[in-house]
């Protein structure tokens, strides 16, 4: 797995066309990281419209966008709803049921845009319940904390990021239906044998 790079303060990564249908990534110096902040979460970004172009480029349910939007706001230790006190600064202390609760989504509403960011690299799992999300595309923290999380993240051998074009995410539900699929289908054909049964000698009555 490609390892990726190291941000620095001062630097930033940002994301340009090729005009051949791919994007070219690079590091550039910058003044500063851009600084966001609302009533309920603050923290660096690094090239935040980029991020929210490719939010709102990708076809995909409206939930899955607001599972991401409340994991973002998630970082920020003084968010509601989320006990920073069980996770290290820099991570989240989630579950799949709290996240029902903020986004007031079923549980399978909630489930499928997991899988999906942690797919593309967007999120991963420290341990049971404490979620990363990528240090390269938001963090709640000092560009310090920033550098710092990215080098536990390539530690860890976290999944490579990707910027998925508009249709990926109706690619990757396509691919894992065939892929359940053909899986129920695989279950099904398998040969079942029958054992016969042992027939007991019978036991004489007692006189």
Same mark, same amino acid.
């Given at each position: 797995?490609?390892?990726?790079?190291?941000?620095?303060?001062?630097?930033?990564?940002?994301? #340009?066309?090729?005009?051949?249908?791919?994007?070219? =990534?690079?590091?550039?110096? @910058?003044?500063?990281?851009?600084?966001? =902040?609302?009533? &309920?979460?603050?923290?660096?970004? /690094?090239?935040?419209?980029?991020?929210?172009?490719?939010?709102?480029?990708?076809?995909?349910?409206?939930?899955?966008?607001?599972?991401?939007?409340? /994991? =973002?706001?998630?970082?920020?230790?003084?968010?509601?709803?989320?006990?920073?006190?069980?996770?290290?600064?820099?991570?989240?202390?989630?579950?799949?049921?709290?996240?029902?609760? /903020?986004?007031?989504?079923?549980?399978?509403?909630?489930?499928?845009?997991?899988?999906?960011?942690?797919? @593309?690299?967007?999120?991963?799992?420290?341990?049971?319940?404490?979620?990363?999300?990528? !240090?390269?595309?938001?963090?709640?923290?000092?560009?310090? &904390?920033?550098?710092?999380?990215?080098?536990?993240?390539?530690?860890? &051998?976290? !999944?490579?990021? @990707?910027?998925?074009? !508009?249709?990926? !995410?109706?690619?990757?539900?396509?691919?894992?239906?065939?892929?359940?699929?053909?899986?129920?289908?695989?279950?099904?054909?398998?040969?079942?044998?029958?054992?016969?049964?042992?027939?007991?000698?019978? #036991?004489?009555?007692?006189?």
């Amino acid at each position: 797995m490609e390892q990726l790079p190291v941000v620095r303060p001062g630097q930033r990564v940002v994301a #340009r066309s090729d005009g051949k249908g791919g994007m070219v =990534v690079s590091v550039e110096k @910058i003044q500063g990281r851009e600084f966001a =902040v609302s009533a &309920e979460v603050k923290g660096y970004v /690094l090239d935040a419209r980029l991020l929210m172009d490719v939010l709102g480029s990708l076809k995909m349910p409206g939930s899955w966008f607001q599972v991401w939007c409340k /994991l =973002v706001a998630a970082q920020d230790p003084a968010y509601h709803g989320v006990d920073r006190t069980k996770a290290p600064r820099g991570y989240v202390r989630i579950n799949q049921r709290d996240l029902q609760k /903020l986004c007031s989504l079923s549980a399978a509403s909630v489930s499928e845009p997991m899988q999906f960011f942690h797919h @593309i690299g967007w999120a991963r799992t420290a341990k049971p319940g404490v979620l990363q999300l990528n !240090p390269w595309l938001t963090v709640a923290g000092t560009s310090a &904390e920033q550098e710092q999380w990215q080098k536990e993240w390539n530690a860890a &051998e976290g !999944p490579a990021c @990707i910027i998925p074009a !508009p249709d990926y !995410p109706a690619e990757w539900r396509a691919a894992r239906a065939k892929a359940k699929k053909e899986a129920e289908v695989a279950r099904r054909s398998e040969k079942v044998v029958t054992l016969s049964r042992r027939r007991l000698p019978a #036991r004489k009555a007692s006189a």
